[in-house]
T-cell receptor, first 114, second 114 residues
Framework: DSGVTQTPKHLITATGQRVTLRCSPRSGDLSVYWYQQSLDQGLQFLIQYYNGEERAKGNILERFSAQQFPDLHSELNLSSLELGDSALYFC?????????????FGPGTRLTVL | GQQLNQSPQSMFIQEGEDVSMNCTSSSIFNTWLWYKQDPGEGPVLLIALYKAGELTSNGRLTAQFGITRKDSFLNISASIPSDVGIYFCAGQGSGGGSNYKLTFGKGTLLTVNP
């Protein structure tokens, strides 16, 4: 158990809908990262938040957004969903520094868009 | 952008055999990490490497940070059935902003025949 929690475990929705994925980092970790994992693209970095502020952006679509709240939990919002958004979404957290490399992953949310 | 080539893509071995896999990068990394992912689970951190030439072990696993800082290797000795899974390398750059993000290889799928 990495100490990172994610909810829900599974999500099934329809095209055009909007969903919110939630992540709670390990106790004491200030950075939260979001990744998308699909069969053909592997693990793709989406976005990083550090202590409530956006820190780095990766291949995140404009239809996707995220935020980190004062209690350090984070939410990833996916809107206008398309079939191609079906994937595993992982949250990871790391220690006190914004560039701490050791990231600990949650169990993931499997999103299926029908 | 930074790309990681991980090889082999898959391996099928007999229990007790040793395993080697590697990652090469088109650019220099300051940190290399190795993760293992079981089906339906999040990646689990195995080993972190911080210095060129560093050799680090974690039980039957040994990883090395290449001298050129553009590659890393993971060896598993005396494989057992629970070693089955996907092994990912990841590198972290040195610059600010998005350069601190982890770039992941596409993974090596390891199957161990009892």
């Amino acid at each position: 158990d990495s100490g990172v929690t994610q909810t829900p475990k599974h999500l099934i929705t329809a095209t055009g809908q909007r969903v919110t994925l939630r992540c709670s980092p390990r106790s004491g970790d200030l950075s939260v990262y979001w990744y998308q994992q699909s069969l053909d693209q592997g693990l793709q970095f989406l976005i990083q938040y550090y202590n409530g502020e956006e820190r780095a952006k990766g291949n995140i679509l404009e239809r996707f957004s995220a935020q980190q709240f004062p209690d350090l939990h984070s939410e990833l919002n996916l809107s206008s969903l398309e079939l191609g958004d079906s994937a595993l979404y992982f949250c990871a957290s790391s220690g006190r520094g914004p560039s701490s490399p050791k990231q600990f992953f949650g169990p993931g949310t499997r999103l299926t868009v029908l | 952008g930074q790309q990681l080539n991980q090889s082999p893509q898959s391996m099928f071995i007999q229990e007790g055999e040793d395993v080697s896999m590697n990652c090469t990068s088109s650019s220099i990394f300051n940190t290399w990490l190795w993760y293992k992912q079981d089906p339906g689970e999040g990646p689990v951190l195995l080993i972190a490497l911080y210095k060129a030439g560093e050799l680090t072990s974690n039980g039957r696993l040994t990883a090395q940070f290449g001298i050129t800082r553009k590659d890393s290797f993971l060896n598993i000795s005396a494989s057992i059935p629970s070693d089955v899974g996907i092994y990912f390398c990841a590198g972290q750059g040195s610059g600010g902003g998005s350069n601190y993000k982890l770039t992941f290889g596409k993974g090596t799928l390891l199957t161990v025949n009892p």
